[in-house]
């Protein structure tokens, strides 16, 4: 049996032939994940270039800058930069902007590379975009210390996210709507009886999200700087119902995960009803996936409905507030 990874793979098929199963799991592990994400990039290209009439073939030709960017990691991990860098351009070429998950990968590869004023340009776009977060924060303050040389790393940020709010009120003006907000009664964590028509005449910010949602949980860290920017204004709420429940011990593990973090948040529950097995409340607002927040006036209609979370604190933090400012106007 072997008992190290320095065989080559011509080596390792030679002592799969003769029945070494280590050798079939080394094979594997080495070449898998590199198999499975080319096999991905060539499927996502065929829907973005020569299958692109098919039905469906825009949403499946989504993942393709994804996917070279994660064969690039698979390279970069290897350190095959050059390599890496040619699928990157690839992924830059291919929709513009450039998500920030492609420019992250080419500061990891760049700096790598020691090219640090090309990783600080790529870094900075995403600073900008309000894309950072405690991870590729670093590679920004890696790539800051090297081309500017100074301690100012906090101000340059701040520099960089100075036109956000209001590209993000521009953007959010193009959304809103105005639709009667289903009212609802729900339990909160401790026992407590909360409606929506308690807080008539205040703005309210509507989360839908569940313990065992990774992106729910994921937003949660902008989600507390939000209230924290609002928390002086007692005209705006924050409520977070937790919904699609997993378990039977529901109310428990929620408050458990809430409290453990030091979230200050409000949380109701939206258990199933347990004639009919539906969370009312989410039904009620017609939500397809979660996390999903609803802006609601002081009027108690919706004025926005938001899915999902993209990363970034700064900018998802920029998002809620445009929303609470044009649903005040």
Known sequence: MI???SYSDQELISLLKRG?????DLLYTRHWPGMYQAAAIDDAWEFKATRKNEMGAAFAAMGYPGYLS????????????????????????????????VNEMYAKVLLAKGDYNGAYTRMSEIAAQGKLNSSNKELLAAAYAKVRNNNNLEGYIDSLKSGLDVKMREEFAKQIITE???????????GNTVSLADYKGKTIVLDFWATWCGPCKASFPAMKKAMEKYKSDPNVKFLFVHTWEKETDATAKAKKFVT?????FEVLMDLKDP??????????YKVKGIPTKFVIDGK??????FTG???GDDAAVAEVSAMITLANQ
């Not at 070494?20 to 079939?24: C, Q």
């Not at 453990?260 to 200050?264: A, F, L, Q, V």
């Not at 004639?275 to 009620?284: P, Q």
């Open 300 to 305: 108690g209609n919706i004025r926005f409905r």
């Open 70 to 101: 994660s064969y690039a990691q698979l390279l970069f991990n290897d350190k095959e930069y050059d390599s890496a860098l040619v699928y990157l351009k690839r992924a830059e070429q291919a929709e513009t902007p450039v998500r920030p998950q």
């Open 260 to 264: 453990g973090n030091n979230y200050p």
């Open 20 to 24: 070494d199963v280590a050798a079939f």
């Open 180 to 190: 009667p907000a289903p009212g609802f009664t729900l339990k909160d964590v401790d």
């Open 3 to 5: 008992s190290g990874n």
């Open 309 to 311: 979370f993209s990363g």
């Open 275 to 284: 004639e009919t097995g539906v969370n009312k409340v989410v039904d009620s």
